[in-house]
Every structure is written in structure tokens, then in C-alpha cells.
């Protein structure tokens, strides 16, 4: 199969089964804003983001070596998925003796026992579905999305409006749902033929943790990078603050999740396909570039409505964040890509230094323009800090394919975004005709290469 129509292949499929599950977040907003108060969303965010922290340092950030040592051909997956299974049970042991120090943070006081089932349940699934989708189950992946979508649905209904659980609810019904997806692959994918402890690959094993232990940090950065303002905001400013800005975050998740869907086919394309790699790249960055641009400028208008029909109310005022997480959103979906020139090359240790760098400048930057802008300070820091982790990919990323980034256009449209989240945030007499000029002239502006690329797909097909 040719590889644009196998990654056109892939995408569909990922979609298929990503795609729901990823949009869970605004099928369920209204019952979580209705069932929570903007204090308690506050602080179920910060327990989950809490676990997503611990969740590289229990694993030692195994799973991106699964999928990554699990598509190479030359390597037994058993061994993969085994060493997997082992790395995570004996980090796991070594947190419980972390437990009393986990309990003394403020935040999640009194949920510790909540962020260690969460915590497992989480790394269960994501071995699982990494090694389904390394061995080429993409089909079953993107069941297994979908079914997870309808349960915790179904969760969330039950614990949160029957039984009215609360803060409690809301973490159980993602740990209910993730531990029957991992018993449903475990079974279903027959993982249990692909474990045998009696037989450990030793020098596999190092060389994985090797891959994974330069991720490790480089995740704990993503985290900074990604949640370090959340927990700035309700110190600084509150849980109700931090309430209204969490809820902002949804919005953008629209782009993001449409590009981890992407990323997730683009992987496999990336790593399998070798020949001609740098156009390759270029071709499909020009393209990709161009959709996350024009959903970036759709989305911007969009921020009143958006909050309006997804929460009550009282979290009426996080539209105003929108504008500056959409830019942020933009910029670490382009991140994400330059970024897999290094999961190609196994150069895991770059994307540590690119998103350190990053997370040094969202954290300075929260501490002086939260004061002073308030929320929309730590907005504007993430936008700035992902924007500095792309140009630094691009730099060190073309030492080993050089991909071009077409520097102009994405001038241009970084500009123009810009323009329109201003335009939003001060609501300039006439914003809604402004904002309407520009998505219509940003649209028409990235129009050609995404024809270009649909034209080489389906000549492709032709053949």
C-alpha cells in the first residue's frame, strides 16, 4: 500500500475510534458542570492532573518504548509487552512507599488512595492499547475507543447523577472505565499468549528503559508546561479562578484531539515508511499545518457559544481564556510533530531539552503576568512557551531530516490567529465582522495544500 494512503488509512480508522472517546470531554461537560461547582472541578482537574504527573515516574515512561520497540520488526513483541507489564508493577510497588508523602499535598488532600487506583488503572490501559496498536490492531484500537467511550458515559451517569458522588464520582468513573478496557484487550487481543516472566529479556529491557528514561523528564516538562498554571491559578487566585480557566481548556481540546489522532497514524507512517523521508515530511507538514491553522481561526469566534452551550452559568467568564489556549494548542500540536523526528531517529533525549526549555519559560512567565493579566497571563504564557518549543524542534530536528516548516506561511497565520484572539479578548467594536474577515481570508489562504495533498491520496487510490 502506498504510504499516503496508508497513513490516510490509519488516520480514518484512529478516528473512528479516538475521536469519541477524545470528545467525552464536551459530550459530558454539561453534566459535570451541572453535577460540580467551579471549586470542585477545580479540584478533581488537580487530582487528575495529579496522576498524569506520577504516571511517567511509576512507568519510567515504558509505554512510549512499547509502541515504539513494538513496531520493529527485528524485536519479539512478547518480550516488549512483557517488560512492559514488569516495569509497571515494580514502580508501582516503589509508589506506595511514597504514600505518605503523596497524602501531604494540599490540593488532593484526603484522594490519595483516589490518584493511586487512577494512577494504575491509567498505565494498565495505555500498555495495553499501546501494544494492541504496535502490533497493527488498529481496527480493534479503534473499537476499543468507542467501548470506552460508552462506559464511562455510563459511569459518569451513575456516580454522578444517581449517586450523587461528587468529587469521587468523577475519578471513578475514568478508573472503572479504564480498567474494563484493559480486560477487554488483555482478552479480546489474547495479550495474556505475549507475558512470560520466566523469560526476560534483559538486554532488551535495558535498552528500552534507556530509550524511555530521557522521556521521563521530558514529560514531567509537558506537565509543567501544561498544568504548572492550573495549580499557579488556584494558588494565586483561587479554585474558583482555576475552575472557570480548566473549563477554557475544552474548547481547544477540539484541535488537539484531532491531531492526536493524527499524530497516532503519523507515528507508524513516520517510523515504517523510509524512503524519502525528508519530502515526505515537508509534504505532510505543509498540509497538516494548514487544517490545525484554519481549526485554530474557526475555533476562536467560537469561545461565547462554546462555553455557553457546554456549562452552566457560572462558567460563563472562561471564554475569555479561549483565544490564547487555541494559540497554545496550535503550537504544541506543531511541537508534537517536529517531535517525531526524534521517535524516528530513537533521539528521545531532544525532546527533554526542547520542552525543559519551555517549561523554565511557562513557569516564569505564569509567575509575572498572572499578577498582572490575572488567568489570561497564564494563557498567554502557554501560547508563548509552546511557541518557542516548535521554533527549537524545527532547529534541532533537521540535524537528522530536514523538514521544511515553510517559515512565511506560518508567519502569517501565526499573525493572523494572533490578530483574531485580541480582537476576541477586548471585544473590539465590530469583533464579530473582524473575526468573520479574517477566518474567511486565513481559510482561503491555506486552501491549496490541503487540495494538493487530497489529490496526491486519490491519484494514488486511482492507481
Known amino acids: 500500500m502506498d504510504k499516503y494512503k496508508r497513513l490516510a488509512s490509519n488516520t480514518v480508522i484512529f478516528a473512528i475510534g479516538t475521536f469519541s472517546s477524545k470528545f467525552l470531554v464536551f459530550l459530558l461537560m454539561p453534566l459535570y458542570t451541572w453535577a460540580l461547582s467551579p471549586a470542585e472541578y477545580s479540584v478533581t482537574d488537580l487530582i487528575v492532573q495529579c496522576g498524569n504527573l506520577l504516571l511517567p515516574l511509576v512507568t519510567l515512561g515504558i509505554v512510549n518504548a512499547i509502541i515504539r520497540f513494538g513496531l520493529d520488526k527485528s524485536v519479539r513483541k512478547s518480550e516488549v509487552l512483557t517488560n512492559g507489564f514488569l516495569t509497571l508493577f515494580i514502580g508501582f510497588i516503589l509508589l506506595l512507599c511514597f504514600a505518605p508523602l503523596i497524602s501531604m499535598v494540599k490540593t488532593i488532600a484526603g484522594h490519595t488512595l483516589l490518584v493511586y487506583i487512577f494512577i494504575l488503572t491509567s498505565s494498565l490501559r495505555s500498555i495495553c492499547s499501546q501494544f494492541v496498536r504496535a502490533r497493527g490492531l488498529v481496527k480493534l484500537f479503534a473499537f476499543d475507543g468507542i467501548l470506552s467511550t460508552i462506559t464511562t458515559i455510563l459511569f459518569n451517569i451513575l456516580f454522578l447523577v444517581v449517586f450523587k458522588f461528587g468529587v469521587i464520582g468523577y475519578i471513578m468513573a475514568i478508573v472503572c472505565s479504564d480498567l474494563l478496557s484493559s480486560v477487554f484487550l488483555f482478552f479480546i ?275
Open 189 to 463: 487481543a489474547s495479550l495474556w499468549r505475549y507475558v512470560n516472566f520466566k523469560h526476560i529479556n534483559l538486554p532488551l529491557w535495558k535498552e528500552m528503559i534507556l530509550y524511555s528514561l530521557p522521556l521521563i523528564p521530558n514529560m514531567l516538562c509537558w506537565w509543567i508546561t501544561n498544568v504548572s498554571d492550573r495549580f499557579i491559578v488556584s494558588y494565586m487566585l483561587g479554585n474558583e479562578a482555576n475552575g472557570l480557566y480548566a473549563v477554557s481548556y475544552k474548547l481547544p481540546t477540539i484541535i488537539s484531539v484531532c491531531s492526536s489522532i493524527f499524530i497516532s497514524a503519523w507515528q507508524i507512517s513516520a517510523i515504517t515508511e523510509e524512503k524519502g523521508r525528508n519530502r515526505f515530511f515537508s509534504k505532510i507538514f505543509k498540509s497538516y499545518s494548514a487544517l490545525i491553522f484554519m481549526a485554530g481561526a474557526a475555533l476562536i469566534p467560537f469561545s461565547k457559544l462554546a462555553v455557553i452551550l457546554l456549562a452552566q452559568d457560572s462558567y460563563y467568564g472562561a471564554w475569555a481564556y479561549i483565544p490564547f489556549l487555541v494559540l497554545a494548542t496550535v503550537f504544541n500540536c506543531f511541537g508534537a510533530f517536529a517531535g517525531s523526528v526524534y521517535t524516528v531517529e530513537k533521539k528521545s533525549i531532544f525532546s527533554f531539552l526542547t520542552i525543559s526549555v519551555g517549561a523554565v519559560i511557562n513557569v516564569v512567565l505564569n509567575l509575572i503576568l498572572i499578577p498582572v493579566w490575572g488567568v489570561n497571563g497564564a494563557a498567554f504564557a502557554t501560547f508563548f512557551c509552546y511557541f518557542v518549543v516548535f521554533i527549537l524542534r524545527v532547529i534541532t530536528a533537521r540535524k537528522f531530516i530536514k523538514m521544511r516548516v515553510y517559515p512565511m506561511r506560518t508567519t502569517i497565520n501565526t499573525v493572523i490567529l494572533l490578530i483574531q484572539s485580541l480582537v476576541m479578548i477586548f471585544e473590539v467594536p465590530g469583533w464579530m465582522f473582524i473575526e468573520a474577515v479574517l477566518v474567511i481570508g486565513l481559510l482561503i489562504f491555506n486552501l491549496k495544500p490541503i487540495i494538493q495533498i487530497l489529490l496526491t491520496i486519490l491519484k494514488r487510490k486511482k492507481r
